[in-house]
């Protein structure tokens, strides 16, 4: 399909409501992206989704899902000239192993989606002064479908080019077009088809050798398409090489290594979000290593942060000769070299982000800060709120964080955060207000005292420490209402009609709606549950290198509490059964008389129906005139439970549910207590 021209919009900015200040999470592409605001929020610019009947695919293109894309005219590499400071490994190689048609034959999405990087071991040479990166990078790659593939389709940023490639160490030519995909910043990838000498057996891996290179600079233009505005565009999309700094953020912001996946467009609804989300979810256990070497002339880059984990510079770095050569060096125009070296590592939940700067590195307790040259003054700030935040989050995760909290400094003050693991990058400012990063910096200490394989333990308890953080602000009932800000959008990803139609349990969500919003509300539930204390206990009893099985952290909670919980984790985290959808059906009261008195007590009796495949418990509250009082009751699906209650003063009004449980419709229901006829 080709790409929507109405302008449909789908950029996703600042919304929060809760006083009197609280943490709004700005989600874009590959992270979460914290960001405070005060009682007054910023607005958000509207939403504008082109309805899905208007997107048929055509007949003669088969999709896979509801991937929408479009192709262009294949287009040939352009001429390439050898490099001198270039390694000779990245030297391009001659043309023939490189030649392509200029047609290039249709592939379909069940092929794209059919491969599974195992591995990536990179060799990178930047060139800043010039915005240009060239690639040589072994891989190896899985058939995961169930059927031969006779060939395959490798896919880059359109801003790099292809040079060779080479398969089970023999060179291939291949074929390449232009795929229209909004995975990448420019709306486009880059994409080479190899035909298979025999075909790739299910469950078979190859031997991948490809070489690329071109030019990354800041680019806006799938946000400008759908017409932001071009401020807003250019906070967001500021990936880019350049001699100040380098930010390449990965899957779902600059495509700078070879993936293979279903091309996808912003304006359709969650698709492009949920393919990100997929692509980390499938892509997790590759393992990644990567030597970077940097040319410059004057500053020097001090500090790469790859894949999440931060890189010194290799202290066997040649430079040259003495204080006055490099001087001349300089002089002269000629340039240095300094490398960082990335050890094989788990992949893990991320998007392959990779990061080069000359940052001025300030260490604290428990927190590392990387300031950019002539900003490093406002560090200091940053680490007293983190101070501050800190008893709260060691309260409920205990006392020994498991790695730093790292923050660095971003370029540009209109520049959007972005998380990658432990490290957050944002622009530092000089008049930082604690309101504003005190959230933030809770979520991160957060992922520094706790960390998991499970991206919903993972994220859902960073989001939990910016809850907790609301609720010793400003009370429990605005940390709920924080929650409640993504409710609708929750009930409206759940399945329609969970009993026939399979949603996205928890321990296999690839969906930020899930693995971040539903993640955070499952937790505060069975904190709910199982009260403070226990649920405290369990969080630190967890050891990430003992969760084997999805029912590890059940089983934590149950030795803690005591109480059986298959029944939740089974509707909640180990399946999507949808949310509850609950109903107050009668309330009543009827007096009792105490004996040897004249005064009266009140039996309450609530009886409540739950319309769904859920099940929940809920806190029940029944007001009355000069007391109140509140109990837990567990409605199963498809059923009704019954509550009574004995008060001392005249009953008048029931509250199921508080809003600290998701809902089908609304999480709150207040009704009238009748008295019995």
């Avoid at 025999?198 to 050798?209: E, F, H, N, V, Y």
Wanted: aromatic fraction near 8%; charged fraction near 20%.
């Amino acid at each position: 399909m080709k790409r929507n021209s109405t302008g449909a919009r789908d950029i996703f900015f600042l919304k929060a409501g809760c006083a009197p200040a609280v943490a709004a999470l700005f989600f874009f592409s590959s992270g979460i992206v914290p960001i405070a605001t005060h009682v007054s929020f910023a607005q958000a610019v509207a939403v504008q989704q082109t309805p899905k009947a208007q997107k048929q695919p055509s007949p003669q293109q088969p999709t896979y899902g509801q991937a929408i894309f479009s192709r262009g005219t294949a287009t040939a590499p352009q001429n390439l000239q050898a490099n001198p400071a270039q390694p000779a490994a990245l030297q391009p190689e001659a043309a023939s192993t490189r030649l392509v048609s200029s047609a290039a034959a249709f592939v379909s999405d069940q092929e794209r989606a059919a491969l599974i990087f195992r591995s990536y071991n990179f060799e990178i040479h930047l060139t800043p002064v010039q915005h240009s990166i060239a690639v040589r990078a072994h891989m190896s790659i899985e058939n995961s479908s169930d059927h031969p593939l006779s060939r395959i389709a490798l896919q880059i940023s359109s801003a790099l080019h292809w040079e060779s490639i080479r398969i089970n160490g023999s060179s291939k030519q291949f074929q390449v077009e232009q795929v229209e995909s909004d995975i990448d910043h420019t709306g486009q990838l880059t994409e080479a088809v190899m035909p298979l000498a025999s075909p790739l057996s299910a469950g078979a891996t190859i031997q991948l050798d490809v070489l690329y290179s071109g030019t990354i600079q800041q680019s806006s233009e799938r946000l400008l398409r759908l017409g932001a505005p071009a401020k807003i565009a250019s906070s967001s999309e500021w990936d880019r090489i350049g001699p100040d700094f380098t930010a390449l953020r990965g899957f779902g912001n600059v495509i700078w290594f070879p993936v293979s996946t279903v091309p996808v467009l912003l304006g359709q609804g969650p698709e492009m979000f949920d393919s990100v989300g997929q692509w980390k979810l499938r892509e997790s256990a590759a393992q990644v290593s990567m030597h970077v070497s940097v040319e410059y002339l004057n500053e020097k880059p001090t500090v790469a942060f790859l894949n999440g984990t931060v890189m010194e510079a290799d202290h066997s770095t040649a430079e040259t000769g003495s204080s006055t050569v490099a001087a001349d060096a300089v002089q002269n125009g000629i340039p240095r070299i300094v490398s960082f070296t990335l050890p094989s590592t788990q992949l893990g939940f991320a998007p392959l982000s990779f990061f080069v700067m000359d940052g001025r590195l300030q260490h604290f307790s428990g927190i590392d800060i990387y300031t950019r040259p002539g900003n490093a003054s406002v560090a200091e700030a940053y680490q007293k709120i983190a101070e501050e935040d800190r008893p709260p989050v060691e309260q409920w995760l205990g006392a020994r964080p498991k790695r730093p909290v790292t923050l660095v400094d971003l370029p540009d003050s209109d520049d959007l955060p972005f998380e990658a693991r432990n490290l957050l990058f944002l622009p530092l400012q000089a008049n930082v207000v604690s309101d504003q990063i005190a959230p933030v910096l809770s979520h991160m200490l957060g992922h520094a005292y706790f960390t998991s394989p499970r991206p919903w333990l993972n994220e859902g308890i960073a989001q939990l420490m910016t809850l907790f953080w609301i609720e010793q602000r400003a009370g429990r009932a605005a940390a709920i209402s924080e929650m409640d800000s993504h409710r609708a959008a929750l009930a409206l990803e759940e399945t329609s009609d969970p009993g026939t139609t399979p949603g996205q349990s928890l321990v296999d969500a690839w969906s930020d709606i899930y693995y971040r919003n539903k993640a955070v509300d499952v937790l505060w539930m069975l904190r709910d549950i199982t009260g403070d204390t226990v649920f405290s206990s369990a969080l630190q009893a967890y050891d990430p290198a003992k969760d084997h099985e999805a029912s590890y952290f059940q089983r934590l909670l149950e030795k803690s509490s005591g109480k059986d919980l298959e029944w939740f984790f089974d509707d909640w985290v180990y399946r999507d059964r949808g949310l509850p959808d609950l109903e107050i059906v009668s309330a009543y009261w009827r007096p009792i008389l105490t004996k040897n008195s004249a005064t009266h007590n009140y039996l309450v009796s609530v009886d409540i129906q739950n319309d769904s495949f859920c099940s929940a418990e809920v806190p029940v509250t029944v007001e009355a005139v000069s007391s109140s009082q509140t109990k837990r009751l567990l409605v199963p699906s498809h059923s009704h439970a019954n509550l009574r209650m004995l008060l001392d003063s005249k009953p008048y009004q029931v509250i199921v549910n508080d809003g600290s449980v998701p809902e089908v419709r609304t999480s709150r229901h207040e009704q009238a207590i009748q008295a019995a006829q």
